[in-house]
């Protein structure tokens, strides 16, 4: 199980790329987008390819492109298939309609590169009302989308809400962009970045509430939010006791022809059991 707790996000003209690739994050995003100026956007994309090209780096890198809006995103998009990119993130995605053009158009350049596309992935950032409202359409548009994205700040911005410590406001949000991910059959979705880089505590205590909601993965700005974000989104070594002690348990119940025992107090059926082996594989057990 190819397990993606971070994705961390630098910018394409930046000349901390190279950091950034020998970081402990899962993933790394070369932003084409909000992280560069107008002026700066072709330089940025030449860049990302250079450092994609000459990277020794074995994480799986993706570049954000810019919007489709813009006249930007074709060019973008051909850079992150010509540099060998893991995929692509998508801002601002709010349609099945405009999801299809764009996967469309990278499986087109893969055929006039001859290259094959079988692993490339299209992620979805979801960051508007309507990005919400049409989650689950988006995430079926197209076979190339792997995942879910949520934005929240430009989502707070959108539909005008003041962002908390305790997070009520994006309840909603977080809860349907995960209910339409598990609906769609896409892997399970990654939570928004957290903007306080001193404020570790707040990082936690939101990594852990969207941990709770679904998300097994988060966006991250900087390496030093790593840590806290792969603690708790990484099974702790009491929780990984519990999960093989009813595996095997309940494993050994089931031969002898038991679908449901007692551990403790705890009664364990098939889907306490389903669940148990879930924290072994994110504990890359």
């Given at each position: 199980?190819?397990?993606?707790?971070?994705?961390?996000?630098?910018?394409?003209?930046?000349?901390?790329?190279?950091?950034?690739?020998?970081?402990?994050?899962?993933?790394?995003?070369?932003?084409?987008?909000?992280a560069v100026a107008i002026n700066e956007k072709?330089?940025?994309?030449?860049?990302?390819?250079?450092?994609?090209?000459?990277?020794?780096?074995?994480?799986?890198?993706?570049?954000?492109?810019?919007?489709?809006?813009?006249?930007?995103?074709?060019?973008?998009?051909?850079?992150?298939?010509?540099?060998?990119?893991?995929?692509?993130?998508?801002?601002?995605?709010?349609s099945a309609g405009n999801m299809k053009i764009?996967?469309?158009?990278?499986?087109?350049?893969?055929?006039?590169?001859?290259?094959?596309?079988?692993?490339?992935?299209?992620?979805?950032?979801?960051?508007?009302?309507?990005?919400?409202?049409?989650?689950?359409?988006?995430?079926?548009?197209?076979?190339?989308?792997?995942?879910?994205?949520?934005?929240?700040?430009?989502?707070?911005?959108?539909?005008?809400?003041?962002?908390?410590?305790?997070?009520?406001?994006?309840?909603?949000?977080?809860?349907?962009?995960?209910?339409?991910?598990?609906?769609?059959?896409?892997?399970?979705?990654?939570?928004?970045?957290?903007?306080?880089?001193?404020?570790?505590?707040?990082?936690?205590?939101?990594?852990?509430?969207?941990?709770?909601?679904?998300?097994?993965?988060?966006?991250?700005?900087?390496?030093?939010?790593?840590?806290?974000?792969?603690?708790?989104?990484?099974?702790?070594?009491?929780?990984?006791?519990?999960?093989?002690?009813?595996?095997?348990?309940?494993?050994?119940?089931?031969?002898?022809?038991?679908?449901?025992?007692?551990?403790?107090?705890?009664?364990?059926?098939?889907?306490?059991?389903?669940?148990?082996?879930?924290?072994l594989q994110y504990a890359s057990l």
């Open positions: 199980m190819n397990i993606k707790r971070s994705y961390l996000f630098v910018p394409a003209n930046s000349r901390m790329i190279e950091k950034a690739l020998s970081s402990e994050a899962d993933c790394v995003i070369l932003d084409l987008e909000d072709k330089t940025a994309r030449e860049m990302a390819v250079v450092a994609l090209q000459n990277s020794r780096s074995q994480k799986d890198v993706y570049i954000r492109i810019n919007e489709i809006t813009t006249p930007l995103w074709r060019e973008d998009l051909e850079a992150a298939v010509d540099a060998g990119s893991k995929g692509i993130i998508v801002p601002k995605a709010e764009i996967c469309n158009a990278a499986l087109e350049h893969f055929d006039k590169k001859n290259k094959k596309s079988k692993h490339f992935e299209v992620l979805p950032l979801i960051e508007t009302a309507r990005g919400v409202q049409f989650a689950y359409n988006i995430a079926t548009s197209h076979y190339l989308i792997s995942r879910l994205v949520f934005g929240s700040l430009d989502y707070s911005l959108d539909i005008d809400c003041q962002l908390t410590d305790h997070g009520d406001e994006l309840l909603y949000a977080r809860s349907q962009i995960v209910n339409a991910s598990k609906a769609a059959g896409v892997g399970s979705p990654v939570d928004s970045a957290y903007p306080d880089l001193g404020n570790d505590q707040g990082l936690n205590s939101e990594t852990l509430r969207s941990r709770k909601l679904g998300f097994r993965s988060k966006l991250a700005i900087h390496p030093k939010q790593l840590e806290p974000i792969h603690h708790v989104l990484t099974p702790s070594q009491k929780e990984v006791e519990e999960a093989m002690y009813i595996v095997n348990a309940f494993e050994l119940a089931e031969q002898k022809g038991s679908a449901s025992i007692s551990i403790g107090t705890k009664f364990v059926d098939y889907p306490v059991y389903k669940k148990a082996k879930t924290i």
